[in-house]
Structure formats: structure tokens, C-alpha cells
Nanobody, 117 residues
Framework: QLQASGGGLVQAGGSQRLSCAAS????????MAWYRQAPGKQRETVAT???????YYADSVKGRFTISRDNAKNTVTLQMNSLMPEDTAVYYC?????????????WGQGTLVTVSS
């Protein structure tokens, strides 16, 4: 189970930090990620991070957002800087784990980030 938090209202140019707390150890989870879905749009990948800490970012957030994972605390964090109105969306935490040859996908409940201009 994943619990996302940290959403809220922020002004353009500001920063926001999202956290995702897992109910189990994330040490063995292959991929942790953040997705977002803006009103009227499809859900899209924001950032992913692998077990070794290798990160991927969508072009739209590259250089502004940073994803990190703390295996000791079972959390994944998304630091968002220089926010723009187009970053307004519901942000979802996601995990993917390979266990006994089967991939297991888990979604958090989402947290709303609203960026005002």
C-alpha cells in the first residue's frame, strides 16, 4: 500500500515536496515512480527511480523536479521546484516489483497539486 501526501496550493515559481510512504519495505521494489493526471488529460509519467537510484524524468519536469528514495524509511519523495500552472494535477505514487516471475503494480491514492499563476 502506498500513501501519498504533500499536495496543496502553491504559487507559480514556488516549490512543493511530495512524499510517498510504503507499508512494506521498498528495498526490493524495482521501480518507484510519480505519475500525474491533469484535468481532461491522460495520466503521464513524471519521474521514476530504480533500485540503484537511477532516475528518469519527463522532459517537461527535467531540471525542476527531483525524485529520491529512502529505503530505510520506505519513502519516495518528489521535490518540485519552479512550479508552473501546467504542473497542476493529481499526483500518484506508483511501485512495480518483480516477485517469483510476476510483476506487481501498486498505486497510491493521489494528492492534488494546484499551481496558481
Amino acid at each position: 500500500q502506498l500513501q501519498a501526501s504533500g499536495g496543496g496550493l502553491v504559487q507559480a515559481g514556488g516549490s512543493q515536496r511530495l512524499s510517498c510512504a510504503a507499508s512494506e519495505s521498498i528495498f526490493s521494489i524495482d521501480v518507484m515512480a510519480w505519475y500525474r493526471q491533469a484535468p481532461g488529460k491522460q495520466r503521464e509519467t513524471v519521474a521514476t527511480i530504480g533500485r540503484s537510484g537511477n532516475a528518469y524524468y519527463a522532459d517537461s519536469v527535467k531540471g525542476r523536479f527531483t525524485i529520491s528514495r529512502d529505503n530505510a524509511k520506505n519513502t519516495v519523495t518528489l521535490q518540485m521546484n519552479s512550479l508552473m500552472p501546467e504542473d497542476t494535477a493529481v499526483y500518484y505514487c506508483y511501485s512495480r516489483k518483480l516477485q517469483s516471475g510476476t510483476w506487481y503494480d501498486t498505486w497510491g491514492q493521489g494528492t492534488l497539486v494546484t499551481v496558481s499563476s
